[in-house]
């Protein structure tokens, strides 16, 4: 049982530090790259709760596909740096605040519920969360949210090819 | 319709309801149609009018000859309240019918001679459009006299009463912007309406009464009762017939009430013929003769209602004596003929009284159209002298010609002989001389005064000598002597619509007397169906007996001897001025020539009578300046100084306007107007602050965000406490 | 496995940190980067339920989580690009005339 609890807090300081060092680095890029890190030990998380599809899934598409983009993005832009000016002086402290707050009201949600989540059952199918598993769900109970998410995908690439290319038509029109 | 109800003894009874609607259809027809009409058309409906309405009186008056007792002939039921029942009803009886077939017969000739005065007055005096308006005035009043005549309760009675005063005003003001200083005519009506009213109030108060103490207003039950109420409280009936008296002194012109009658000659001469000779002012007769009931039961009111009329008759008599407009003798001599006929229905000699009101409606009537006739014959006299350059010049025209005054007058006797003739027999009609109409009813009058109340007697006798005087004076005034004027020299005769009524009258005037000779007594027996005389014909038969002269079946030939040889005493002595005195006076200068011979005999007494006694003069300083004076002072001291422009203005009005600027000022505008411009301008300005919230930061948006999370959550979280 | 809070704790943790970033960073891109993390956060929770109830349902909506991820940073990214050709800035602070 320890071995879990060790696994479980290292995980989680991992992944709270590289959290925060995104939240706090000046750089974009220095964020990126800590947010590939917070994605990484969130997929070590879902492998700990028998999700290996998802584990992976989580690497390959979070981590290997949106960041990258993000990167892309940020190396095209050029905006690694941001002023230092805050336009918004109070918007901080009060931003600060309600996290606290709010983390205090999640706290004391959980506490409060300590004794009253019966824990979960150690034994589990070797099946659960197996990509074939998570197939057969998918193909059959959730198969119409499916193809609307195939729709959506097609949705999302005529949008960013839409966003983009009608700076291009106004300059040839110009000429 | 409604006359089915009458179980009627057959005859034509069931057309009484007629007499009264054919003067209103021709009213009708022309009040309606009369613009398009022509003045034949408008005068043929009118004449008919009254025309049919007398065959309906003679129906009626055959059908009584078979059965005299008369009937009531319902019509429809007009009030019905509580206790009292009042149709309208139709009576019909020997009484009744005998003023119908006066009213409707004298009214139809005047009305034919109207058609002819009317068309020359248009011409010389108004607008052609006033002839229509004329005989629907006209029609009217035969419609309201026949509709007093045929009522069977008081109150019907009273709404005819109405009817006929409100014509008489009509009428007599028809030339409304003419008469002295453009409103003189007008005046006079006005003054004949007031004096009316006044004897109203005595007619409405002794309705009251009636309805008090009977409970009904209908002749039948009051007649009935009346022993019984009269046993019970003496002093209603008393009170009651005493107040009938002033109603009737007003309607009939008698003393106190009579001012009105001389100043009606200001309209039309045929309004004169008919209302003031004739029907309305005969309507008080009526009324003493209907309520005979009542009378006999007070002799203390009878004597009243004698002594009224004896009185009347002497003084109107001596006012005549002194008067110049040929109209105001007349109309004199009206007042002082109704004093004989209220002096004799007050002794409770119904019959003489009635008899005298025919015959007196025949040669007054008479009278009064030949004046007319008279008048119009000046009136064209004075338009050919306009016309003629030489007359012209002989015109004595200081002044404006009045073609009534009879010192302009003269030997017309040959220049409008028809009138001439019609004249005198009207004349001796009125002055009592046998065998003309007036001799008869007269004699009888005084007759019956002779034993029933001596004083009244002596009275009348005078008046009968100054009757005679007077109407002397004017006919040779009018008649003989050389014309006083160029219009007289060159007056011309009226036409034959005018002069052919004044022959009709004049026959009726000559035989009319022999409605009720001696021995044959057709107009008492008549008359005794509704009248019932027993008691007074025994009283005084008894009392006759006992009097000198007192033969010939009625015929008091000691007391007809005295006033026929006192008529003739009078027109003696009437030709005697005259005639000698005058043409003595012509011998005088021209300044110094008196304009009538009793001037010298009487001096300042004939002052008195030409003045009329100065009756109006004191009636303005007594009783109308000081209510003039007083309704001045209400009317602007308290009514528009006081009460309008203080009360009124400044307090109300004032305080009113106070009161709204208290209101719009500081409360509407300040206050009110604050309160909604302030919620206004609180919300501009609440919005101007939160308009601050939309700051365009994505950020900001994103925090307000995550309030609202945070604040749900907390308060899902304090659920769970 | 742990007790299943731990995991909604730590779940929470991570999603106040995103939402600080999304609140507190004025570079657009980076805050896109706070809301991923936030996305993130929900999925967690998901596959912790989903084990602890011992349901698929929990993963398969993390498929589809992730999926509508990857398409809103597509068309996300998009935006941001075509405001800075506008603007030639991706500071939030700077796109603001939309006010009151």
Known sequence: MTTQYILFFSLALISVVSALGMLFSRNAVYAALYLVMNFASVAVFFLLLNAPFIAIAQVSVYAGAIMVLFLFVIMLLGAEQTGPQQAIVWQRPVAVILGLILAAEVGYILLSQFGFIPPGSAEIADSFGSPATVGVDLFTSYLLPFEITSVLLLVAIVGAIVLTKVERNTDQERK | MFLSEVTSPGGFFYLVPLVVFFPVAGLLINIILGSKFSEKMIGLVACLAPGLSFAVSVLLAISLSWYPEGVTIPFLDWISVGELELPWAFRVDTLSVTMMLVVSGVGTLIHIYAVGYMHEDVRHNGDPKRYQRFFVYFNLFIAAMMLLVSADNYLMLFVGWEGVGLCSYLLIGFWYEKGKDGIGNAIAGKKAFITNRIGDFGFLIASFLMFWYFKSFSFDVVFEKAPEVAAAAPGVIFAMTMFMLLGVTGKSAQLPLFVWLPDAMAGPTPVSALIHAATMVTAGVYLVARSYALYVLVPEAQTWVAIVGGVTALFA????????????????????????????????AFVAGMFHLVTHAFFKALLFLSSGSVIQGLERGHHAVEHDPLLRKRLKSEHHFDPQDMRNMGGLRNRMKTTFWVYLIGALALAGIFPLAGFWSKDEILAEALHLNPAVYW???????????????????????????????????????????????????????????PFIHTFTNWLEHTI??????????????????????????????????????????????????TAEMQKLPANKRPDDPLRGVLGPVFTVLENKYWVDELYWAVIVNPYVVISRFLAEKVDWAFWHDFFHDKIIVGGYNGLTW???????????????????????????????????????????????????????????? | MLPVYYYVGLSAVLFIIGALGVLI??????????????????????????????????????????????????????????????????????ISTLKG
């Not at chain 2, 005295?562 to 030709?575: M, P, Q, Y």
């Not at chain 2, 919620?679 to 919230?693: P, V």
């Open chain 2, 317 to 348: 008599a001596t006012i005549a004596v002194g008067q110049f407009d040929i109209k105001k003798v007349l109309a004199y001599s009206t007042i002082s003929q109704l004093g004989f006929m209220v002096a004799a229905v007050g002794m409770g």
């Open chain 2, 459 to 517: 009275l009348l006798t005078i008046a009968a000598f100054f009757t005679a005087f007077y109407m002397g004076r004017q006919i040779i005034m009018v008649f003989f002597g050389e014309p006083k004027s160029e219009p007289a020299a060159q007056a011309q005769e009226s036409p034959a619509v005018m002069t052919t009524p004044l022959i009709v009258l004049a026959v009726l005037s000559l035989f009319g007397g022999f409605l009720n000779l």
């Open chain 2, 532 to 581: 019932p005389l027993e008691e007074a014909v025994e009283a005084t038969g008894e009392v006759a007996a006992a009097t000198p002269g007192y033969m010939f079946g009625g015929l008091n030939l000691i007391v007809a001897g005295v006033s026929f040889g006192l008529a003739l005493i009078a027109i003696a002595v009437s030709w005697y001025f005259y005639t000698r005195r």
């Open chain 2, 662 to 721: 208290l209101l719009s000022k500081p409360i509407d505008t300040s206050f009110i107007d604050g309160i909604a411009n302030g919620l206004g301008q609180g919300t501009q300005e609440l919005a101007a602050t939160m308009r601050k919230m939309q700051s365009g930061f994505v950020r900001n948006y994103a925090l307000s965000v995550f309030i609202g999370v945070v604040v749900i959550i907390g308060y899902l979280v304090l659920q769970l406490r």
């Open chain 3, 25 to 94: 960073r004025r570079n657009a891109i980076v805050i896109f980067m706070s809301v991923e993390l936030m996305l993130n956060a929900a999925n967690l929770v998901f596959v912790a339920y989903a084990r602890y109830y011992q349901a698929m349902d929990g993963q398969i909506f993390v498929f589809f989580v992730m999926t509508v991820a990857a398409a809103e940073v597509a068309v996300g990214l998009a935006l941001i690009v075509a405001i800075f050709k506008a603007k030639n800035s991706i500071n939030v602070d700077q």
